[in-house]
């Protein structure tokens, strides 16, 4: 009995170690993987993290107390403080999140009021206005909340005295398109390859594991005609099943954020025409790119089940991809970036949702998607040429 045992466990070990591609997508691929995403999301965290750090941020501070000269004076150059009296008009001025600017404003005497206040039941208050979707505003921001609450002194850092006060000038508009912009591409991008891995596997490995391939190819059609029929039937059927999934997503978002006095449209949900047709044309290269490449990983495959192996480690990719949007602020404007797969469409996504959608990379997006698969149409093509991949068993 000992020996039959070793001998299976030997069979076994010799039919595992003796395929290549079973070896690879167990032992090699989960730590590659592993490896590449949380390299990939460290570096975005880390990207997140000093984003903004470079640019120059203008410190105005009114009424400047000469105990937090030294405190205020801890700041690289990056920063340029200035003293002035501080009007509405400068507080209204952060709404433009171009701006880099934080308004400082110490009470008048906050030396003075630190030993001696006026109103021994309250402290004396300071407020930071600034800007939240800025990163170089936010950053200075934070930096001074923690210089100020580690001051060690009796005061008080932005308490509204007044319901109508706010020291974030960011509008709902701008935080609101900010959220839509890292949350939306990645809910859209992985519906739409979930369609495409719903139906794309089963069109070519599924045919050539039943052997009905065999009597498409015997038919006087041209190969390439065959390829681009397979892609562009799958990508007008995975098309509908994102188009289902982001109407949903779009009618769920309302309950999201549904409450009293929630105003739906001032949370950044409001878009044009044009952005719908942009994000319309973008989903739909987007799924023909899907569809090119699992097409291309099911030819390989010699039945579903391996090729749901093989599209696996892609499926990561592309979830990788739908999220590092959260580790960004804003849409990339290197139009270099819009000639990478997948990546690309994410981008003009961002730049939708986030209200700044620009034509060129619309079109460099499109345009490179095209011509991708135009090359995958080629290569399925001659792929359905090669008896050794059409009929491997």
């Not at 920063?79 to 400082?104: C, G, H, P, S, Y």
């Not at 100020?148 to 850092?157: D, K, M, S």
């Not at 979930?194 to 089963?202: F, N, T």
């Not at 209200?355 to 399925?380: D, F, K, N, R």
């Amino acid at each position: 009995m000992k020996s039959n045992t070793v001998t299976i466990i030997k069979k076994e070990f010799a039919r595992f170690f003796g395929d290549r591609q079973l070896l690879f997508t167990t032992v090699i691929m989960p730590g590659l993987l592993i490896y590449l995403v949380y390299s990939l999301m460290g570096v975005g965290i880390q990207q997140m993290a000093t984003e903004g750090q470079d640019e120059v941020v203008a410190l105005t501070v009114e009424h400047m107390p000469q105990s937090l000269v030294p405190v205020l004076s801890s700041f690289d150059s990056s920063v340029v403080i200035t003293e002035q009296t501080i009007t509405d008009d400068d507080i209204a001025l952060l709404e433009d999140k171009e701006l880099n600017t934080v308004l400082l404003r110490f009470p008048e005497g906050f030396d003075q009021l630190l030993t001696t206040p006026a109103n021994p039941e309250a402290l004396p208050n300071v407020e930071i206005y600034y800007n939240s979707t800025n990163n170089a505003s936010a950053r200075v921001y934070y930096a001074l909340s923690s210089l100020l609450g580690n001051y060690g002194r009796p005061f008080t850092v932005n308490v509204p005295q007044t319901e109508e006060q706010h020291f974030d000038q960011a509008s709902n508009d701008s935080i609101g398109a900010m959220i839509w912009s890292k949350l939306l591409p990645m809910l859209i991008i992985m519906m739409l390859f979930s369609g495409v891995m719903a139906i794309a596997p089963s069109s070519i490995a599924g045919e050539k594991e039943r052997g009905t391939i065999a009597t498409l190819l015997v038919t006087p059609l041209r190969r390439n005609e065959l390829a681009m029929g397979k892609i562009i039937s799958l990508s007008g059927i995975a098309l509908l099943s994102g188009i289902s999934s982001f109407i949903g997503i779009a009618l769920s978002l309302p309950k999201m954020v549904s409450g009293e006095g929630v105003d739906y449209a001032s949370l950044g949900f409001h878009y044009t025409t044009s952005d719908y047709l942009v994000l319309l044309l973008v989903i739909f290269a987007s799924v023909l790119i899907m569809a090119s490449a699992v097409s291309l990983l099911s030819a390989l495959a010699k039945d579903v089940k391996n090729a749901g192996t093989m599209v696996t480690p892609f499926m990561l990719v592309v979830m990788l991809a739908g999220l590092l949007p959260m580790f960004q602020n804003g849409a990339s404007e290197n139009l270099l970036v819009y000639l990478i797969p997948f990546y690309n469409s994410i981008e003009v996504m961002v730049a939708v949702f986030a209200h700044e959608m620009q034509w060129m990379p619309v079109i460099v997006t499109v345009a490179s998607c095209v011509v991708y698969t135009a090359i995958a149409v080629w290569g399925l093509s001659r792929m359905f040429n090669s008896e050794k991949v059409m009929f491997a068993r």
